[in-house]
């Protein structure tokens, strides 16, 4: 199943889809391959709104490239976490609203400080499975316990490396939300 590209997965600029990947900068639209998109967002409480870090479409030729580099006994451990939580998700819970509620914890999105969407796309399409679906800043603190030191500098050099917005807002970017998941 799929259907056009929500909004919570537009470029938050221009509100036009992704057009290249992020590492290869492949034409991710017109190569009519699958394809990945990451929001990693925050909440800035005292004005109630929500700001985007990062963002980006990766292909899946990178996406494999990436979870090939790090270490196996970390990709191990996080595709084992995510199979024994998904297994105990209630499907009515994601059938109103993917998005709304943490795919690992069910912890509310509304209630995180910080969260990410994950999306897997063909053109401008959106695939329905377990993509679209939320990660929210508890979910990521369980899944940093099982990330390897080797890991843990991978994910920073990729982030040292594709990461060119403002350093103040490098900062606040936890590179473990740049797994490959
Ligand atoms: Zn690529």
């Given amino acids: 199943m ?8 537009l470029k938050s600029d221009t509100q036009t889809p992704f057009d290249s990947c992020l590492v290869c900068s ?5 190569s009519g391959e699958d394809y990945f ?3 990693i967002m925050r909440r800035v409480t005292d004005f109630g709104v929500t700001e985007t870090l990062f963002e980006y479409a990766m292909c899946m030729d990178c996406a494999s490239n990436m979870k090939g580099e790090m270490s196996k006994e970390s990709m191990q451990s ?15 819970d994601r059938l109103i609203n993917p998005l709304e509620k943490c795919l690992l914890t069910g912890k509310r999105i509304d209630e995180s400080l910080e969260f990410s969407f994950h999306a ?3 053109g401008t399409e ?3 499975s377990i993509f679209p679906y939320a990660v929210s ?7 940093s316990e099982l990330l ?21 807002i490098a900062e606040l970017i936890n590179p473990k939300r740049l797994l490959p998941i």
């Avoid at 492949?26 to 017109?30: L, Q």
């Fill in 2 to 9: 799929s259907r056009d590209i929500s909004p919570d997965f």
């Fill in 137 to 143: 800043d508890d979910a990521m603190d369980q899944i």
């Fill in 26 to 30: 492949k034409d991710v639209i017109s």
């Fill in 126 to 128: 959106m695939m329905e």
């Fill in 120 to 122: 897997h796309c063909r």
């Fill in 78 to 92: 996080i595709e084992a976490f995510f199979k024994e939580r998904i297994m105990s998700l209630d499907p009515f």
């Fill in 148 to 168: 390897s030191k080797e890991t843990l500098d991978e994910l920073d050099e990729f982030k040292g490396k594709y990461f060119n917005g403002p350093p103040e």
């Fill in 37 to 39: 998109i990451e929001r």
